[in-house]
């Protein structure tokens, strides 16, 4: 697995930074916590592929943890409501339902 060091130093520190947006000193911050924020996961996964780099673990990404519904006692709890089953009207669908059937007269 590749680390953001590896990275940073395959991409180019200054190229890495303009890709990301970010100043240089905060791909050396994100390099000395082995981190890179979440919301540049996307970008990150197209520089390593431009440059035949193998895509990034996860585990490198400040992606929020996610708890399982068992540790706070909900696992058996319904959800909340269940949206109701909507069908497709297409384009012609009138936005204003007051409009009678919902559809838009062909001019």
């Known amino acids: 697995m ?6 940073s130093d395959a991409v180019g520190i200054q190229n890495f930074a ?11 911050n994100m ?12 970008i990150v996964c197209w520089l390593c592929e ?7 673990d996860r585990s490198l990404f400040s992606f929020d943890e ?8 909900v696992a ?12 497709h009207r297409g384009p012609n669908h009138a936005a204003n339902p007051a409009d ?3 559809v838009k007269e062909a001019s």
């Open 76 to 87: 058996d709890v319904e959800p909340v409501a269940k949206l109701p089953d909507v069908p």
């Open 18 to 28: 303009a890709a990301l947006g970010v100043r240089p000193s905060a791909v050396s």
């Open 50 to 56: 431009a440059r035949g780099l193998p895509e990034p």
């Open 100 to 102: 009678g059937d919902g």
């Open 2 to 7: 590749m680390n953001v060091r590896a990275i």
């Open 31 to 42: 390099r000395s916590a082995n981190s890179i924020p979440a919301k540049k996961y996307a």
């Open 66 to 73: 996610v708890a399982s519904p068992i540790l706070f006692g």
